[in-house]
């Protein structure tokens, strides 16, 4: 079965060729304005005045405050869909360390707005609710071809064990007082060390 491609679900950018380093400038604004306020606090005039660029810089590629969200929830994961090592304790590991980071980016602020505004916004869930979907079956591929490789016991919930892995990242990054951070190293060897607790239980 194909894995579900997250480039598909971004909104198409309409006029000019895209301009890969003014994107990546303008989603990780995206990223900090709807951490630290979420969908109350969140508009394409907000992400400019963040990037410290022209409102007709994010006017000429999204439409809406719903096409930049979708966009920066894809931006921060399409990472998940190469993790493919041939090894599940060191895809659970690059899994982990690239939440944990995420999380660390906004203080955990995009996930915590997130349940919040899905569970008060219908009209919200409905758009991004696919979007997320399609990162979680990326999360669950991986634990999946562990699987079918032998490396993962027969019977074990795979989304049950995600949703393990994602909390303990979470968690970590719940821990940390403000300002505080890791580093690429320390994120990683937490990882790693979660990703071989979990597995002492679900591996075959």
Not at 45 to 52: C, T
Not at 175 to 185: D, I, Q, V, Y
Not at 187 to 204: E, N
Request: proline share 3%; net charge positive.
């Amino acid at each position: 079965m194909q894995r579900p491609a997250l480039d598909s679900e971004l909104p198409r950018t309409r006029g000019r060729p895209r301009n890969p380093q003014i994107e990546v400038r303008i989603l990780t604004a995206a990223a900090r304005v709807y951490g630290a306020g979420g969908w109350a606090g969140f508009s394409l005039d907000a992400v400019a005045r963040d990037a410290n660029i022209g409102k007709s810089t994010i006017y000429a590629r999204w439409t809406s405050g719903e096409d930049l969200l979708c966009a920066m929830i894809v931006g921060r994961w399409q990472a998940l869909s190469a993790i493919d090592t041939g090894d599940l304790c060191e895809d659970l590991t690059m899994f982990g360390a690239l939440v944990l980071a995420r999380y660390l980016e906004t203080g955990g602020g995009v996930a915590r707005h997130l349940r919040r505004d899905l569970a008060g916004h219908p009209e919200l869930a409905a758009r991004i609710g696919p979007v997320l979907a399609a990162v979680t079956a990326q999360a669950i591929a991986i634990l999946r071809r562990g699987r079918a490789r032998g490396q993962l016991r027969e019977g074990v919930s795979t989304a049950l064990a995600s949703d393990m892995l994602l909390s303990a990242m979470e968690s970590q990054a719940g821990r940390l007082g403000p300002g505080e951070t890791m580093s690429e190293a320390a994120i990683t060897a937490y990882a790693a060390r979660v990703a071989g607790l979990l597995l002492g239980g679900i591996a075959a």
